[in-house]
């Protein structure tokens, strides 16, 4: 079985153990950098709870800036290494305003996915993950963001290789996974990586995927949890 085939027969099962992932809808790609940031060190919901409540105060990202990072870094609190984030969030928009003269990161529609992730990147504290999910889910840009659920479970399938660094891991999926399944794969290796396949205490004996996993350790799991 070749690689992109077994990654159309994983996406079957993962859809068919939890769904298939909501209709993709294009965001704001600020708001989504700025969420992205939040989420960084810590659970959706307290990045997603942290974000809420910059909304709620501030009309416009342009008004966040703003005020100072304090003041941010109360509002944030929620999401964990408040005064980083905070501070790395006035960093980059203002960085993003000096170079558009708005607060609008548009213009990377423009650009080839290439130079839109070296544009991400090169904004202070905006790593690969980060890029990737600001051009995958603001853009559709076939591009995969890989996060520690990603980086587990892709290596326990044997998709990707064992000794890969995360950052490789970034630019391998992106060019094997077929472009129009890199979303919906993303979403659910996630939720199989938090559901089932966890760092931790993996539940081998009710995983979907047992057959096609190369883990060295799943017979192990599957009779301990059976």
């Known amino acids: 079985m070749n690689a992109q085939h077994k990654i159309r027969c994983i996406l079957t099962l993962l859809n068919r153990a ?4 909501p209709e993709f809808r294009k965001s704001d790609p600020v708001d989504g950098l700025m969420c992205t940031i939040l989420s960084q060190n810590t659970n959706d919901r307290n990045s997603l709870a942290a974000f809420a409540v910059l909304k709620k105060n501030f009309r416009t990202w342009d008004g966040l800036s703003k005020v100072d990072a304090r003041t941010v870094a109360r509002l944030i609190k929620r999401a964990g290494l408040a005064n980083i984030k905070a501070k790395r969030i006035k960093e980059v928009l203002g960085e993003i305003k000096r170079r558009e003269g708005k607060l609008s990161l548009a213009s990377l529609a423009r650009l080839d996915t290439g130079d839109a992730l070296k544009y991400l990147k090169s904004l ?5 993950k980060t890029a990737a ?27 990707i290789d064992k000794d890969l660094n995360i950052e490789e891991a970034h630019g391998v999926l992106s060019a094997i996974i077929p472009k129009h399944l ?8 996630i939720e199989h990586g938090r559901k089932t396949c966890k760092a931790q205490g993996p539940r081998c004996g009710s995983c979907i995927l047992y057959r096609l996993c190369r883990f060295e350790k799943k017979p192990f799991y599957r009779k301990k949890e059976l």
């Open 133 to 159: 999910c600001v051009l995958l889910f603001s853009f559709g840009r076939p591009v995969m963001p890989v996060d520690t659920h990603i980086f587990r479970v892709t290596k326990r399938l044997g998709i």
């Open 124 to 128: 202070k504290g905006v790593g690969p």
């Open 182 to 189: 890199i979303y919906g794969f993303h979403l659910g290796i």
């Open 18 to 21: 939890y769904g298939r992932p």
